[in-house]
């Protein structure tokens, strides 16, 4: 596991544009089953332009259908009421030709806790960051420390103010509290005021403390992560050190559909933004969300692991936010089935999938693209043995594991490691009991990649009881942020 441990795949970008006040100016027997339960596939934008589609390479695979799902078998046995309905967006590996401009909230902790390395390191990677950013792009500079205050309102980049905000990222200081939701609020106002030509906006928080002024919970500070996804803005946040509270950054990547890195060393701060500006210079799409709608028969009861909410007839909407080349996104949806009778020995269609997303690389275009999931139920265990989804059963696989993950770093800082122990033993059975059933040689290699690193946090959990409070911690935190990853943020 590598020291700075990367979570998430969104990123919370700021849009660029006019001025407007600011500096500078997103039967019976069974029947054979279709090939694939991703059948019936669409892809299509709501608006519609004259001509033939271009026929280079990029724009084929570009086009191409990101958004998969299946249930757990295009055959399940007869008994079956309830079962998960997988649902995965891979974007195609293809660099964007260019990025459209982005507007950024960069929010630093300045309380007094980020004195010495924490905050050389911060100035260092504030300034790679902003001198890595295009001419256009909307930066904004905010602190939080017992109160929150704008050091650079939101300013286009230009050759002129780089060099301003590059004065005043060297002269930031440290002393006081975290008073992170001030400066979550005040990063949130300014990028919901970002103009519409810039379509990428992003709020990045660097912070190595637990909030202790003002509304500090996790369930708080979230909710306003969340609320900038409806202004396409996401949360990535940086924990330095050993002492930030991962429960909030956790909730601000779940909920704004972002991304968390635990840094170990302030030192890792620059790489880890130059990777995440790599990142948004890479995005295809803005604005995207995964609408799963049931079929007659079929009731959603809900998604695990990720942030969804219900619409009207039942269906639920799974925000992602931004996407970038070659980004991988997965959920699960707990499906009852309400009308067995009917998906007795024929295959039904258990729930329409549909990606909407705005085409960043075709003028902020509205798209759609669908696949059905369809299934049957069967008394024939060897039909329903030979036809299982091996992409599906990996993703609920490594999500229970990744939570088990999560729970057993709190057992640690509880200092219970026996316990976490357990919760870890615990992911490496169901891990292996999944490994017998998946087929695919992906899917397999994956569950073995997780089993390694269950077995690995193991090893370390088991020697736990002798190290220092320093290094148990730290240990709790990597696997916190490897659970996170492995559920994707």
């Not at 609020?185 to 990045?204: D, F």
């Not at 269906?315 to 949806?333: D, K, M, S, T, Y």
């Not at 370390?460 to 492995?486: H, I, V, Y």
Request: aromatic share 4%; charged share 20%.
């Amino acid at each position: 596991m590598r020291k700075a441990t990367v979570v998430g795949f969104g990123l919370v970008m700021a849009l660029a544009g006019s001025g407007c006040g600011r500096a500078g100016g997103a039967a019976p027997g069974p029947k054979a089953p279709p090939a694939a339960t991703t059948a019936g596939t669409v892809d299509h934008a709501v608006a519609t332009s004259p001509g033939a589609e271009p026929a280079d390479a990029r724009r084929t695979a570009r086009d191409g259908t990101w958004i998969g799902a299946s249930a757990e078998g295009d055959m399940l046995t007869s008994s079956t009421r309830e079962t998960f309905l997988g649902v995965w967006v891979d974007v195609p590996e293809i660099r964007p030709e260019v990025r459209p401009p982005m507007e950024l909230a960069l929010v630093i902790d300045t309380s007094g806790s980020m004195a010495g390395a924490k905050i050389e390191s911060a100035r260092s990677a504030a300034s790679t960051l902003v001198k890595n950013l295009a001419d256009g792009d909307i930066v904004a500079l905010d602190t939080f420390s017992d109160t929150a205050r704008t050091v650079v309102p939101p300013t286009r980049l230009t050759a002129e103010t780089r060099q301003q905000f590059l004065r005043a990222i060297a002269g930031l200081g440290v002393s006081g509290s975290t008073n992170m939701f001030d400066g979550l609020t005040l990063a949130e106002g300014q990028v919901a005021a970002a103009p519409p030509t810039h379509s990428i906006r992003r709020i990045v928080v660097i912070s190595d403390g637990i909030a202790n002024v003002g509304p500090s919970s996790p369930e708080t500070l979230g909710a306003i992560a969340e609320r900038g996804l409806r202004f396409r803005a996401q949360v990535t946040s940086l924990g330095v050190g050993n002492d930030y509270d991962e429960r909030t950054l956790n909730a601000l990547a779940v909920r704004s559909s972002g991304r968390l890195y635990h840094l170990t060393e302030p030192r890792e701060m620059a790489n880890i933004l130059q990777g995440e500006l790599a990142l948004l210079n890479a995005t295809l799409a803005s604005d995207s969300f995964v609408e799963v709608v049931p079929a007659p028969g079929v009731q959603l009861i809900g998604a695990d692991g990720i942030r969804a909410d219900w619409h009207e007839g039942g269906a639920l909407r799974i925000p992602l936010g931004a996407l970038h080349a070659g980004q991988h996104r997965e959920a699960l949806v707990r499906v009852r089935i309400t009308d067995p009778a009917s998906f007795e020995g024929q295959t039904r269609s258990l729930a329409s999938v549909r990606l909407r997303f705005r085409d960043a690389q075709d003028s902020d275009l509205e798209r759609v693209q669908e696949v059905v999931a369809r299934t049957q139920l069967t008394g024939d265990e060897a039909a329903v043995a030979s036809h299982v989804s091996s992409r599906t059963k990996a993703i609920v696989a490594i999500q229970e594991s990744a939570k088990i993950q999560m729970a057993a770093a709190q057992r640690i800082n509880d200092g219970r490691f026996m316990d976490a122990d357990k919760e870890l033993a615990r992911a490496e059975a169901s891990l292996a009991a999944q490994a017998r059933v998946v087929t695919a040689p992906t899917e397999k290699k994956r569950i073995a990649e997780a089993q390694t690193r269950v077995a690995a946090a193991r090893a370390t959990t088991q020697a736990m009881p002798s190290k220092p409070k320093a290094a148990q911690r730290s240990d709790a935190l990597e696997l916190n942020a490897q659970g996170m990853k492995d559920m994707g943020f």
